[in-house]
């Protein structure tokens, strides 16, 4: 994802689902003891802060339908500090 472009409703979606799922595995314990919202942002190799905004949205508006283009959340890029 480019830093600082919208997120599209398809990339709000596949945040939201993976974080559903992440969400179960930590349930069924097995998150070794990494959060959720670290899990999800390293799967999708997106910000930590994107899904954060993307996730409070969705805990705030439950039910949302996210594939309409009217919630705007800026995404950030992951930087990996081990490619510097």
């Not at 179960?24 to 799967?43: F, Y």
């Not at 996730?55 to 081990?82: D, Q």
Request: aromatic share 6%.
């Amino acid at each position: 994802m480019t830093r600082g472009k919208p997120l599209t409703p398809q990339e709000k979606c596949r945040i939201v689902k993976a974080h559903e799922y992440f969400t179960s595995e930590e349930k069924a314990g097995r998150s070794w003891d990494v959060g959720t919202r670290e899990r999800v942002a390293a799967c999708l190799d997106i910000g930590l802060a994107t899904v954060a905004r993307v996730i409070s949205f969705w805990n705030k508006n439950p039910g949302t339908n996210l594939l309409r283009r009217s919630a705007h959340v800026i995404a950030s890029t992951r930087h990996p500090s081990s490619e510097e």
